[in-house]
């Protein structure tokens, strides 16, 4: 399945310049905050919405015009879109019934599928009569019958409780491995994205400065290891990556990236990941570190070049580890990528206060309590530095163009 | 609904003190229906029982109760009334002529609600278009009749039909005045006045209808027709039903149209049930015949409404 370039109108300009080629067989997940067109761009893939530029072909026919019965997919939706009217056999059954497949055909499929998804026992109640977990699990079971070229998958888990959606995400994978077909899935839930996806787009909202949706498609890890622009590394990973305003120095044959009265020695595995980055040497640059980067002194070892001394304010203490929260005597970090996702969880930038947030994820071997100090370990081969202006990442090539 | 009442109030009362709360179930009830059973029976249960009444007498609008004649009527009414039913062919009688309306009437009601409620839904002109459908709903039945009548003039020059027909060379015909045709004439009349109730209903419900479900429908490989026949229609069978109902019932009791455009001409052959209890009372003035065939409307109409109003209860209970 080739996706072109695809661009939407309706006035405002949606989904713009968007260059996207999905694998046969594999798992692709659209993931970004609302509002950043990656349901617009399932739909559109599904015929729901007209394409307004671009093209976009499925295999090799071009389909830009094709009427969704027309494009061999199959979609699952956010509220499932079960038809109430009928039985669950008959919600599975009919888009094969549209097809006039042979009878026999069709009732070996629904069990076929209805034995893959556990849902044997209810083929003949109707929806009304089915929790939200089943219904979805219909849904899915609507889909699969159909065999099509690929599965678009409008955010189908959001509408489920925490337990199940964990439990569903497992069942996803397992189809998919089952059945390896095509699969576009849209998702706001990073976590999501990163545990399903062979490879995750990371979408936002177009701006007059960047008309383009897509900031970086990779594979999980790389989304999360090399994260092109403050976005990417500001919406991948939980707890977030921590930002904050840094400065580099030279001191010899070494840098040192020094914030609110601390100073870390730049590893030079990071300086390589960041070409150009002694170019920046006296300039202030956003420097990012994420959670899992650090430990405490007492279990890493005491290393003062890589220290940062905190006060614990918050112990979010999850068993195995523990979340370590604190504030640096910096400013906050606020770009126009930070105040987008800032807006997603109902933040602006006034609610950040003139301190920066910082966690630090420590073994919970250490037991920490309100008020302590403590000295945690940071690994200085996995620091980020960004540029503030343009809030890409120093030394990465230009975003969207890069992500294909 | 005081059965409902009671239940509710019964498990308050406190053990303590048994004899308090058990008055307050026997009377309070009563006391809230009081006025709303008040009019129920004054202009209701009260006309219903003397119409009964009066149907086992032979008697005038002045004096309705002149002769008790037992069943008489009712022997009349199905054995001797050629106006009222008769076994010749072709069968233009009042109980015919009703059957036909309420199938035809009920379907072209609900067939033009249907059409304009879903197209309009689809146009950007949408609100003018209900407007226009909406109209003949505000205008009184007698004016309806009036123009109906115009519409179906013979005279090319009054009635809109024949002038077209006149154009592509045919005609003229006697809409009004022909048994075979004046039925068809007057239900035609009857759906434009209606269609626009249904229109209001069944659009409202079309509306209603999770947008999801077509898209699902539409991607599992339905073509716009499928998507309206196979998933828009069957979610709407609850207002259909009502919309139904309610045409049957108005097809049953129709008395206007057919008094103002035809007074049941030609001759007898445009005569429905409703029209013949108004006639038969206030035009011949056999009161006791007319009432007859007033409790044989009833008696047809009281399973429909029965059967709606548990529709309507099933529906408010989900």
């Avoid at chain 1, 594979?219 to 090399?226: C, G, H, V, W």
């Avoid at chain 1, 006034?350 to 100090?373: H, K, N, P, Y």
């Avoid at chain 2, 689809?122 to 407007?131: F, L, M, P, R």
Wanted: glycine share 6%; aromatic share 8%; proline share 5%.
């Amino acid at each position: 399945m080739d996706g072109l370039t695809k661009i939407y109108e309706d006035g405002t300009l949606a989904v713009g310049e968007l260059d996207l080629t999905i694998e046969d067989g594999e798992f692709l997940v659209l993931v970004g905050p609302s509002g950043c067109g990656k349901s617009t761009v399932l739909r559109m893939i599904a015929g729901l919405e007209d394409i307004s530029g671009g093209e976009m072909h499925i295999g090799e026919r071009l389909v830009n015009d094709m009427a969704p019965k027309d494009r061999d997919i199959a979609m699952v939706f956010q509220n499932y879109a079960l038809y109430p009217h009928m039985t669950v056999r008959d919600n599975m059954a009919f888009g094969l019934k549209l097809r006039k497949t042979p009878k026999a055909e069709i009732n070996q499929r629904v069990e076929e599928a209805a034995d893959i998804l556990e849902i044997n026992d209810f083929l003949d109640r109707k929806p009304k009569a089915l929790s939200g977990g089943q219904r979805q699990r219909v849904a899915m079971g609507r889909a699969i019958v159909r065999e099509p070229a690929a599965f678009l998958m409008d955010e189908p888990l959001s509408n489920l409780d925490a337990k199940l959606r964990v439990q569903m995400r497992a069942e996803l994978e397992r189809i998919h491995g089952r059945l390896e077909t095509t699969t576009v899935y849209v998702t706001h839930d990073q976590v999501e994205a990163m545990t399903l996806g062979d490879r995750v787009a990371v979408l936002r909202a177009v701006s007059a400065a960047k008309p383009y949706n897509l900031q970086q498609v990779g594979p999980p890890y790389e989304l999360f290891d090399n994260p092109v622009n403050l976005f990417v590394a500001g919406f991948i990973g939980s707890p977030a990556m921590n930002m904050v305003y840094a400065t580099l120095e030279r001191d010899g044959e070494d840098l040192w990236a020094s914030f609110a009265d601390q100073r870390l020695k730049v590893d030079p595995y990071a300086i390589e990941r960041h070409p150009g980055l002694e170019n920046h040497t006296n300039e202030e640059l956003v420097m990012g570190v994420r959670p899992s980067s650090m430990e405490a002194a007492e279990i890493a070892g005491a290393d003062p070049d890589r220290a940062i001394h905190m006060t614990v304010e918050v112990d979010e203490n999850l068993g195995a580890e523990s979340y370590v929260h604190t504030t640096l005597d910096a400013r906050p970090v606020v770009t126009p990528d930070i105040e987008e996702l800032l807006a997603d969880t109902g933040q602006t930038a006034e609610s950040l206060g003139d301190s920066t947030e910082f966690v630090a994820r420590i073994s919970s071997d250490i037991r920490v309590q309100t008020g302590q100090a403590l000295e945690v370990v940071v690994d200085t081969a996995k620091l980020y530095f960004f540029d503030p202006a343009s809030g890409d990442r120093v030394g990465a090539k230009a975003t969207a163009t890069a992500a294909t | 609904m005081t059965a409902t009442v009671s239940e509710e109030a019964a498990p308050a009362p406190a053990p303590a003190e048994p004899k308090k709360p058990k008055s307050r179930v026997r009377w309070r009830p009563w006391l809230w229906l009081a006025p709303a059973l008040f009019l129920l029976s004054v202009f209701l249960v009260w006309p219903v029982i003397r119409t009964i009444w009066i149907s086992f007498h032979d008697g005038s609008t002045i004096n309705p109760t002149r002769e008790f004649i037992g069943v008489d009527n009712y022997v009349r009414m199905f054995t001797d009334d050629a106006a009222f039913i008769h076994y010749d062919l072709p069968p233009w009688s009042a109980l015919f002529n009703s059957a036909l309306w309420v199938v035809l009437f009920t379907l072209g009601v609900i067939a033009f609600g249907l059409l304009v409620g879903v197209l309009a839904d689809k146009v950007k002109y949408e609100k003018t278009a209900k407007a226009i459908v909406f109209l003949p709903l505000v205008v009184s039945f007698t004016a309806a009749s009036v123009v109906f009548r115009l519409v179906y003039s013979t005279d090319p020059n009054i009635g809109l039909i024949n002038a077209m027909l006149g154009l592509i060379g045919l005609g003229p015909v006697a809409f009004l005045g022909e048994a075979n045709i004046v039925n068809f004439a007057i239900i035609g009349a009857g759906i434009w006045v209606w269609t626009a109730l249904a229109m209001t209903i069944l659009a409202a419900s079309y509306k209603a209808l999770p947008e999801e479900t077509h898209e699902a429908a539409s991607v599992d490989g339905a073509n716009e027709w499928q998507v309206f026949w196979r998933v828009s229609l069957p979610q709407m069978k609850g207002p259909i039903i009502v919309v139904a109902v309610t045409m049957i019932i108005n097809a049953l009791k129709a008395v206007d149209l057919v008094l103002i455009m035809t007074t049941g001409g030609p001759g007898f052959s445009s005569r429905i049930v409703g029209f013949t209890v108004y006639w038969e009372i206030f035009n011949n003035n056999f009161a006791g015949y007319g009432s007859a065939v007033a409790v044989v409307l009833l008696i047809m109409m009281a399973p429909l409404m029965w059967w709606q109003m548990r529709q309507i209860r099933a529906a408010e209970a989900r």
